[in-house]
């Protein structure tokens, strides 16, 4: 016992010495098993203990930092993780509350609504009618609506002739291929579809293919077997009976039914080669079938290089691309001559066709004719009030249980389970407070009286098919009684060739909303958003457009406390606010431009404003000639 604890005792100091070593000079120390065994080959002289003292605070010191660090670490960690706990939970509370005191639940538990979250505008009417029935001592003269201003002096447009050098580097003059596009959506989604390709192929120095609107280029090839299509015809037209898709008319009409082709064509002649087919060769290459050409997913909102550096090699190997759907697939930053471009395609190469342009004049000239009372002005509205939008929009309106009802059967037949998702909250309260409720005919005809348009006012209403037309019409008839639409004032031979169009008769409401003195705006959407821009280019730069502020007019007009003359004051000035921003141009520098140049056409397309000046006039004459309203367009 002695000797092992001797042993012990002596070889305690060498394992002293040998862990320092270690740990000072790491694993490579100098102790080796053979200096253990008491062996007399050499090993060189131990450090001073100072060296392994030093070392060994060190390690002590940095084994407290270390600890420490891992401690703040540690708890860094868990007050995140509380706080975020804490976030979501007052998350949580923020949202119940929301739902407590704007949705439903908040009548069962007697809390007051959120101001602005209860439909009461058929109480406010009913309440200020007598005023707003005798109230014709501020009519606004719509001569003087908007402000004037005059415009700068235009610098002149590239010349066509001058083979002006859109996009990448010619090779021998000859194009890089042929770019076919398809534009999906509606009448305005397809027209921006349509000066994107226009811009695209500029870019790409290709010959741009007529674009086809979705659909059509799959089960209506124009070079499939007559047979075959006609039984395509048929199929289609019996899914859009059967089904009564609202939007199923829209896949009838292709670029020539709603577009002059031939003036297309010619206007880009100098700039964008257009054709109206594939050459037969190609189109033999890809066993006539359009679609068996490579479709190329182009990613939303692509920039000018993205094309050049992904789709350009594509289009030079293959000869011709498809791009499919094409809808926002150019960013609105693009060099100013490829810009250039969307302004020439938008004001300048779209016209529409002979039938839509001959009825288009005809209802101008009535709608003038019914406005001589107000020296051939008109107010303008595009209302969005059909059964779909309200539906989609999920707010209750004065309908009571059976509106709701009805809502959600039709919501149930059309988006099946899209509104019953359990991560989906639909609060219709706070949709009118945040201003995403459709605006009613009773609150466009109290929003125009308050700004001072008297009974005397001839309006023009651009809509589809009004949910329960009948009831929420007649406010508006109250206050507006020279109230008229395309089918009033069209013959129903006249109108009987585009009734089952709706992209059709979407044109001829954009033709006689642009030359209104006033253009009001209820929902947003790409109808007002290019009729905007085509008014301002049209007229000086002005838009002339009442867009109303929908979060200030729902507290308004839930307000039963209010007067007429409040009203009017804060509709005065809502108006003055519209005038001013229906001038405003956005700053561009070069290719920063954020906003869309469909809506703010200046200072891009400001050359092309030259040879408009004169169509200005064309509003003040009760018989437009035809030429003019065409070019106008």
């Not at 100091?13 to 050499?42: C, I």
């Not at 005798?134 to 235009?154: E, G, H, P, Y």
């Not at 060769?281 to 990613?299: A, C, F, G, S």
């Not at 030079?316 to 250039?340: C, D, S, T, W, Y």
């Amino acid at each position: 016992m002695v000797t092992t604890t001797s042993f012990a005792m002596k070889s305690k100091p060498y394992s002293h010495h040998h862990l320092s070593r270690q740990n000072s000079n790491g694993a490579g120390g100098y102790a080796s098993e053979s200096s253990n065994s008491g062996s007399n080959s050499p090993s060189p002289p131990p450090s001073p203990r100072r060296h392994a003292t030093v070392s060994h605070y060190r390690r002590r010191l940095r084994t407290k930092t270390n600890s420490f660090s891992l401690r703040d670490n540690l708890g860094v960690s868990f007050l995140f993780r509380w706080n975020f706990r804490y976030l979501v939970l007052l998350t949580l509370l923020y949202v119940s509350g929301l739902i407590m005191c704007v949705g439903p639940f908040s009548e069962l538990i007697g809390f007051p609504p959120v101001p602005g979250s209860v439909y009461r505008s058929h109480e406010i009417f009913e309440k200020l009618w007598d005023d707003i029935q005798f109230d014709n001592s501020s009519a606004i003269d719509l001569s003087s609506v908007w402000k004037r201003r005059r415009l700068k002096m235009q610098k002149p447009c590239l010349n066509s002739t001058a083979g002006q050098h859109f996009g990448v580097e010619k090779e021998s003059g000859s194009p890089s291929g042929y770019l076919i596009v398809e534009a999906n959506g509606g009448l305005n989604q397809q027209r921006s579809a349509i000066c994107n390709a226009v811009a695209v192929a500029g870019l790409l120095n290709a010959v741009l293919v007529i674009p086809r609107f979705e659909l059509n280029s799959v089960w209506k090839d124009p070079r499939m077997d007559p047979v075959r299509r006609s039984s395509l015809d048929t199929m289609i037209a019996v899914i859009c009976t059967v089904t009564d898709i609202l939007m199923c008319n829209l896949y009838y009409s292709e670029f020539g039914d709603i577009y002059d082709e031939d003036h297309f064509i010619s206007t880009l002649d100098g700039y964008v080669k257009v054709v109206r087919e594939l050459p037969d060769l190609l189109m033999e290459k890809y066993d006539d079938n359009i679609t068996n050409i490579p479709n190329i997913r182009v990613q939303a909102w692509a920039p000018a290089k993205y094309y050049i550096g992904e789709v350009y090699p594509v289009l030079k190997e293959q000869g011709v691309i498809r791009i499919a759907p094409f809808a926002n697939r150019l960013a609105m930053n693009v060099p100013p001559h490829i810009q250039l471009l969307r302004c020439i395609a938008n004001y300048r190469a779209l016209r529409f066709s002979s039938p839509i342009s001959t009825l288009a004049q005809k209802l101008l000239k009535r709608m003038i004719e019914k406005s001589s009372k107000t020296g051939g002005k008109y107010v303008s509205i595009h209302l969005r009030f059909e059964e779909d939008m309200v539906a989609f929009s999920c707010c209750l309106y004065d309908g009571g249980k059976a509106e709701k009802v009805e809502m959600d059967s039709f919501r149930e037949k059309w988006w099946k389970g899209k509104f019953k998702r359990k991560d989906r909250v639909i609060v219709p309260g706070l949709n009118r407070v945040n201003g995403k409720c459709p605006l009613t005919p009773l609150e466009v005809g109290m929003i125009l009286r308050g700004m001072g348009f008297n009974n005397n006012t001839s309006i023009y209403l651009a809509s589809g098919r009004i949910y329960q037309a009948e009831r929420h019409l007649a406010p508006l008839l109250k206050m507006f009684p020279l109230l008229y639409t395309k089918e009033s004032l069209a013959t129903p031979d006249e109108l009987a060739p585009f009734k089952e169009y709706s992209s059709r008769l979407a044109a001829l409401d954009y033709t006689v909303c642009l030359f209104s003195e006033v253009f009001v705006t209820t929902q947003g959407g790409n109808f007002p958003h290019f009729l905007m821009g085509h008014r301002r280019f049209l007229f000086d730069g002005h838009a002339k457009t009442i867009n109303p502020d929908k979060q200030k007019l729902v507290l308004l007009l839930q307000n039963m406390n209010s007067s007429w003359m409040t009203f009017k004051e804060e509709m005065g000035i809502m108006l003055s606010e519209n005038d001013r921003k229906g001038i405003m141009v956005p700053r561009v520098r070069k290719i920063n431009r954020k906003t869309s140049i469909y809506t703010f056409p200046l200072p891009e397309c400001r050359c092309l404003q030259q040879s408009n000046n004169t169509i200005l006039k064309l509003t003040n004459s009760v018989n437009p000639p035809s030429s003019q309203l065409v070019s106008a367009r």
